[in-house]
């Protein structure tokens, strides 16, 4: 059976059910740093603060067939003006549109973002130590791994272990004539 198309966009205020139910998802929030119990109406202020006139952040959702299966965000590093250069990425994916090329799809958004639009130099992630696919995934856009935080974050009750992963723009934006 082909693969169906994957679309990339924007997310919307009519996504908010569909991104609280999946974020809800204990398959889904246990390989982030998302609480439990996830509520409408925080996800609704998350994206309107993302669609302010200004705003640094960008959130993109993957969609098949109608199905929102996927949600990934590009984020300021800090307040310190020192990081502006940096940006930290998170991606999820549902888990019954795993392998399918939903998570690549929307690193590629990502990643042309950041090095095309943004001008970002460093792209900063972390990822749970025991997640080999989306490690795999990653490596696969060029991060690599930089250290491992020991008993990072509380998993169903017990500490795991989390890589810190990071990728250099491969073409810096340069001037002309320069």
Not at 13 to 33: E, Q, R, S
Not at 36 to 56: C, F, I, N, V
Not at 83 to 93: E, I, N, Q, S, Y
Request: glycine fraction near 10%; aromatic fraction near 6%; hydrophobic fraction near 45%.
């Amino acid at each position: 059976m082909a693969a169906d198309a994957i679309s990339i966009r924007r997310p919307t205020m009519a996504d908010v059910a569909a991104i609280v139910t999946h974020v809800g998802d204990p398959a889904v929030f246990g390989g982030l740093l998302q609480m439990p119990y996830p509520t409408e109406a925080a996800w609704r202020q998350r994206l309107e603060d993302t669609m302010k006139l200004g705003a640094t952040d960008l959130m993109l959702v993957a969609e098949r067939d109608g199905e929102l299966v996927g949600l990934a965000g590009l984020h300021g590093a800090g307040t310190s003006p020192r990081r502006a250069h940096a940006r930290t990425l998170g991606l999820w994916v549902v888990p019954h549109a795993h392998r399918q090329g939903v998570g690549s799809a929307l690193m590629q958004a990502l990643v042309d973002v950041a090095d095309r639009w943004i001008g970002a130099l460093r792209l900063e992630l972390t990822v749970n130590a025991d997640n080999a696919a989306a490690i795999a995934l990653y490596r696969r856009f060029g991060f690599e791994l930089e250290g491992t935080h020991r008993g990072y974050t509380l998993r169903d009750g017990v500490l795991v272990d989390c890589h810190a992963m990071a990728r250099w723009n491969p073409q810096p934006p340069t001037r002309p004539g320069a």
